[in-house]
C-alpha cells in the first residue's frame, strides 16, 4: 500500500486555517473552500473528537486549555481506536477525528493535520530479560514461530502475544513495517486502549504486545513495572523518533471530512499553534515537524 503526504503541509495549513479564509483552490484541486473562522463566541459551541487513545492523551490537556479561554465551548473526547476517528470523520460522526497512524491513499476524502510524532514499541514486563529483538525474531514472535523467550535469550517461559484490536495505530503501523495481515498475527489475547494492554502485560511478566513509546517511557518513569525493548538494536525513545532513527514512528493527526470550518477548524488551528507547544513537550511527544 503507497502512503501519502498528509494534506496540506503544515505551512499551507496554518495558512488555510488561519483566521483569514483559504481561497478557492486547495492542495487537491477539490475546490474546497474552508469559510472565515468567526470569534468562538458565535460559532457552534460543541465539539465532538473521536480516535486513537494515544493522540487522546495529547489532546486532553489542549481541550482543557482551549476551553478555559473559550469556557462557552464544550468538547468532548471519546477513544476507540484511529480507525474509529478516520470513520467517525468521514461519516459525520464526529467533528474531528484522532488518529495515529498514516494517512493514505485510500483516505483522500479526509483531511489530516499532524500535532506531534510517536512511536509503536514493543512493550515487555520490567522483570523480562530480554532487551532487544531482531526484525527476523519479531515476525516469528508474532507469527508463533517462535514460542519460547528461551528461543532469544530470555527464560524459559512461554511467549505470550497480546494483539491491538484491529485498526489501532500501533498495530496498523506495525502490520505496514514488517509487511503483516492482521490475521498473521497470532495472539493469546486482543485489548483496545493503552491501559489495558500495560495492565495485561504488568499481571503477565511473560507477555508482549505493541504500545505507544510515549505513553510507555511516562508509566514507566512512574514506577510502572514495564520496559520497551529495542528493534534491531534501536531504542524506541523520544530521542530516537526525534532524530528518526527509530523505524516505527508515526504521525498524530487530526482528520476532518474535507477542510475543516467554524469552530473545527478553529479548535484544529489552536492545537496546531504554538499556545500547546509546551503541552507537546511536557507530555513528552516529539513536535511535528515536514
Not at 463566541?41 to 479561554?69: C, D
Not at 503501523?173 to 492482521?182: A, D, E, Q, R, S
Not at 492545537?271 to 500547546?276: A, F, G, T
Request: aromatic share 4%; net charge neutral; proline share 5%.
Amino acid at each position: 500500500m503507497r502512503y501519502s503526504r498528509i494534506q496540506p503541509t503544515l505551512a499551507a495549513l496554518l495558512a488555510c486555517i488561519s483566521l483569514a479564509s483559504c481561497d478557492d483552490h486547495s492542495t487537491d484541486n477539490r475546490n474546497d473552500k474552508a469559510a472565515t473562522v468567526p470569534a468562538a463566541a458565535v460559532m457552534a459551541n460543541h465539539l465532538k473528537l473521536t480516535g486513537a487513545s494515544t493522540t487522546a492523551a495529547l489532546m486532553k490537556p489542549i481541550v482543557e486549555r482551549y476551553q478555559a479561554l473559550h469556557p462557552e465551548v464544550s468538547i468532548t473526547i471519546e477513544m476507540g481506536g484511529a480507525e474509529r476517528g478516520v470513520n467517525d470523520a468521514r461519516n459525520n460522526m464526529a467533528n474531528i477525528g484522532m488518529v495515529s497512524r498514516l494517512i493514505t491513499d485510500k483516505d483522500q476524502d479526509i483531511k489530516g493535520f499532524p500535532v506531534a510524532r510517536d512511536g509503536a514499541g514493543l512493550l515487555v514486563h520490567k522483570d523480562n530479560p530480554v532487551t532487544s529483538l531482531s526484525s527476523a525474531q519479531i515476525v516469528a514472535i508474532f507469527t508463533g514461530r517462535i514460542v519460547n523467550w528461551k528461543t532469544v535469550g530470555g527464560r524459559d517461559a512461554p511467549i505470550i502475544v497480546i494483539k491491538r484490536e484491529e485498526g489501532r495505530g500501533t498495530v496498523v503501523l506495525f502490520m505496514h513495517y514488517f509487511k503483516l495481515t492482521y490475521a498473521d498475527i497470532k495472539a493469546r489475547a486482543v485489548l483496545g486502549e493503552n491501559s489495558a494492554v500495560i495492565a495485561a502485560v504488568v499481571a503477565q511478566p511473560n507477555a508482549i504486545s505493541l504500545m505507544s513509546v510515549i505513553v510507555a517511557e511516562q508509566d514507566s518513569r512512574n514506577g510502572v513495572p514495564i520496559k520497551l525493548i529495542a528493534l534491531d538494536g534501536i531504542a524506541a525513545t523520544h530521542g530516537n523518533i526525534l532524530s528518526g532513527d527509530y523505524p516505527l514512528a508515526r504521525p498524530l493527526t487530526l482528520v476532518t471530512r474535507g477542510l475543516p470550518e467554524g469552530l473545527s477548524k478553529n479548535f484544529i488551528a489552536y492545537s496546531l499553534s504554538p499556545q500547546v507547544a509546551d503541552i507537546v513537550e511536557k507530555l513528552g511527544f516529539v513536535p511535528y515537524q515536514e
